[in-house]
């Protein structure tokens, strides 16, 4: 059964940090690109970063760039979003995803909220 279970959302002032974790089983996780996508209320859902397999390739939203680091580390089958400088637009549901030619999962989802 596969299983992308995303952890670390909360609240957090704006200038502040996050680290997001999301832990897959049930399927080759070091053969999936991940990413971590996020969706606002009323908003379409957005991708926010990227990493390929093997770690040596990421891709980041303009917006996010230099704030947001993706990592993963396939021994332990998770997948990181460090964010920091966190601003009120950031909030959202984070979601993490996995992606190999045409298959995809989704996770659940964590809630991330920055306000004072």
């Known amino acids: 059964q596969v299983q992308l279970v995303e952890s670390g959302g909360g609240l957090v002032q704006p200038g502040g940090s996050l680290r997001l974790s999301c832990a897959a089983s049930?399927?080759?996780?070091?053969?999936?690109?991940m990413s971590w996508y996020r969706q606002a209320p009323g908003k379409e859902r957005e991708l926010v970063a990227r990493?390929?397999?093997?770690?040596?390739?990421?891709n980041y939203a303009d917006s996010m760039k230099g704030r947001f680091t993706i990592s993963r580390d396939n021994a332990k089958n998770t997948v990181y979003l460090q964010m920091n400088s966190l601003k009120p637009e950031d909030t959202a549901v984070y979601y993490c995803n996995a992606k190999r030619y045409w298959t995809e999962y989704w996770g659940q989802g964590t809630q991330v909220t920055v306000s004072s």
């Open positions: 049930g399927f080759t996780f070091s053969s999936y690109a």
């Open positions: 990493i390929f397999s093997s770690g040596a390739i990421t």
